[in-house]
T-cell receptor, first 119, second 114 residues
């Protein structure tokens, strides 16, 4: 089946530094990737939708200058948390869909998540 | 507006008993419905989906879900629960009219008691 990986799985950083999280589709081409944020015991909050070769679409309330998303290839999207602060500490999860999102490609496959802790 | 509701934050069931995790949805068009499971500190794993066809959908690990259009529900079920089924379960809906975005429920924590 479709596999999505994330790296790193856990990162601890100092306040003010930037952190890059990678999301890769290992055995399929992901035209669309999604980035979510999950707080403890809460649901997933969609941050942005990323299409290969174009700018990401951010959800309302998500600062695009703080959460930089790049989807440079069909198998890789990156999320960079710039000038991280303790309130950015969270579990970040990416997902990917194959192809153009039609009925046969509508399932999102999720990465294992990245836990970010900002001191 | 598109939305998904999981009315129970917590479900407890004894091992070997049948389990049900409830989900209702609201979309403007035809829904694509999904169930995902999340184990601690892990990403979401796909269980099953309803797109069209039979209302009863069979998924991974013995789970099934029944699409009920009149009640706008998509409850997750399993005839005999295992302790290893204990996890967080998310229902999600995708509205074909709005494209790729998924709307997730708030999650239901399932505990199977040995």
């Amino acid at each position: 089946g479709a596999v999505v990986s994330q790296h790193p799985s856990w990162v601890i950083c100092k306040s003010g530094t930037s952190v890059k999280i990678e999301c890769r589709s290992l055995d399929f081409q992901a035209t669309t990737m999604f980035w979510y944020r999950q707080f403890p015991k809460q649901s997933l909050m969609l941050m942005a939708t990323s299409n290969e070769g174009s700018k990401a679409t951010y959800e309302q309330g998500v600062e695009k200058d703080k959460f930089l998303i790049n989807h440079a290839s069909l198998t890789l999207s990156t999320l960079t948390v710039t000038s991280a602060h303790p309130e950015d500490s969270s579990f970040y999860i990416c997902s990917a869909t194959e192809g153009s999102g039609g009925p046969s490609t509508d399932t999102q496959y999720f990465g294992p998540g990245t836990r970010l802790t900002v001191l | 507006a598109q939305s998904v509701a999981q009315p129970e934050d917590q479900v407890n069931v004894a091992e070997g008993n049948p389990l049900t995790v409830k989900c209702t949805y609201s979309v403007s068009g035809n829904p694509y419905l999904f169930w995902y499971v999340q184990y601690p500190n892990r990403g979401l794993q796909f269980l099953l989906k309803y797109i069209t066809g039979d209302n009863l959908v069979l998924g991974s690990y013995g789970f099934e879900a029944e699409f009920n259009k009149s009640q706008t529900s998509f409850h997750l079920k399993k005839p005999s629960a295992l302790v290893s089924d204990s996890a967080l379960y998310f229902c999600a809906v995708r509205d074909m009219n709005t494209g790729n975005q998924f709307y997730f429920g708030t999650g239901t924590s399932l505990t199977v008691i040995p």
